[in-house]
């Protein structure tokens, strides 16, 4: 069976993992403080907070913004539900809008069209990997006074060219950037994810809604030799991120830009062997962006059918997914009619497939992956 997705995790994650265990400190500890500042680091922010996943960063995030009821919330229904959901914790509004045909990212038009006087942020996703126009959205948002929140789930290692210079995907252009290490993500700490910001005061909310509101950390605490009582400042959540998974996520990032290097080649390798199927449309990467290719999609002709070529392709032991979700065809979205156009949107999650792409992938398998999708569209 090739699967969609196969994270690697080895020896070095499996003997960090125990050393977290028999240090006695499990929970959010010193090996999470160590992850935050390493991948602050590797993306060039001054703040990193870990929790305990991308949904839960997109939910701090907000309220660290002060979105509430009455708010609405510029976000593309083409990307995971987590994206409208969050907005939703918030009780304020989702308004959804279309993306860009060629790279399934949310389009800066679409945006400026949605802005109204009750817009008070826009999440922009970088979806599948693939950077988003966030100097665009950026602009946007100076221009009418709202944050920008990057919803970089599956972004980790992938660049934006910036007045010339390469810059990494979580060093900020708006108010947060938000990240997954969800197993199917390019690294994974199994659950877990990442908010990074430029700025301390939101850093410093971050911290405390992960934590109940609680005014001293348990390493403070634990720590000091006086006796410390501790207040909760507001009310928060549990959503911290554990030592165990951070000290796998340390060595995930040691990783990371071999893993990036390597996606990109087998990324290449199937643009070389798709490349003359007549009616495919292959993932168009522009030339201010470099993709970490957390997932390779690829559009099917409109006459082929998608759920038929999966299934033929499933036949033979390899896994693909549809393309990404629209949450506003789903039951907590769906009362009333979009007020944007999104047919792009729908045409992407109804004839794009994703197909197998991890580290561990061989040439042969790609060959027998290309084979089978050639046969499926010719059937």
């Known amino acids: 069976m090739i699967p969609i ?15 977290a265990v028999l240090s006695g400190w499990v929970s ?16 060039g922010a001054p703040h990193a907070c870990a929790v305990s996943s991308c949904t839960s960063a997109l939910h701090i995030a907000l309220k660290a913004l002060g979105i509430r009821a009455g708010d609405e919330v510029i ?26 045909a060629e790279t399934y990212n949310i389009d800066p038009a679409r945006v400026a069209e949605a802005i109204t006087p009750r817009t008070r942020a826009i999440i922009a996703v970088h979806q599948m990997g693939m950077p988003c126009d966030v100097t665009a959205l950026a602009t946007l948002a100076d221009r009418h006074g709202i944050f920008l929140v ?14 010339q210079n390469w810059e990494p995907v979580g060093r900020p252009r708006g108010a947060i950037a938000c990240f997954s290490f969800h197993p199917r993500k390019v690294i994974t ?3 877990g994810g ?10 410093r909310k971050f911290r405390l809604l992960r934590q109940h509101g609680m005014s001293v950390p348990d390493t403070v605490r634990h720590g000091s030799r006086q006796v410390l009582f501790e207040d909760y400042l507001m009310v928060g959540f549990n959503y911290r991120m554990t030592d165990i998974q951070a000290a796998i996520g340390r060595k995930q990032l040691e990783r990371l830009p071999e893993l990036v290097a390597r996606r990109r080649a087998l990324a290449a390798r199937y643009t070389e062997l798709l490349g003359n199927i007549e009616g495919l449309v292959l993932p168009f990467e522009p030339d201010w962006a470099r993709s970490n290719w957390q997932s390779y ?29 629209c949450s506003h065809r789903e039951a907590p979205y769906a009362n009333g009619a979009p007020r944007h156009d999104l047919r792009w949107s729908e045409h992407a999650q109804d ?3 994703l197909l197998p792409l991890y580290a561990q992938l061989t040439e042969k398998d790609q060959e027998r992956i290309a084979a089978a999708l050639r046969a499926g569209l010719e059937f």
């Open 351 to 353: 004839h794009a497939i």
């Open 297 to 325: 999609c690829v559009l099917l002709p409109d006459r082929i059918d998608q759920r038929g070529v999966m299934q033929r392709l499933l036949d033979q032991d390899i896994a693909t997914r549809r393309g990404i979700m």
């Open 189 to 191: 700490t199994g659950e």
């Open 5 to 19: 997705a196969l994270p690697l995790l080895a020896e070095d994650e499996a003997e960090a993992a125990r050393a």
């Open 194 to 203: 990442m908010l990074t910001t430029a700025d301390p005061a939101l850093d």
């Open 75 to 100: 976000v593309p229904s083409h990307s995971f539900i987590a994206t409208a959901n969050c907005v939703r914790y918030c009780d304020a509004t989702p308004v959804f809008v279309d993306i860009e």
């Open 150 to 163: 990057e919803d970089a789930a599956c972004a980790a290692g992938s660049m934006i060219r910036i007045d």
């Open 28 to 43: 959010q500890g010193p090996q999470v403080a160590a992850f935050e500042q390493e991948f602050a680091t590797l993306v």
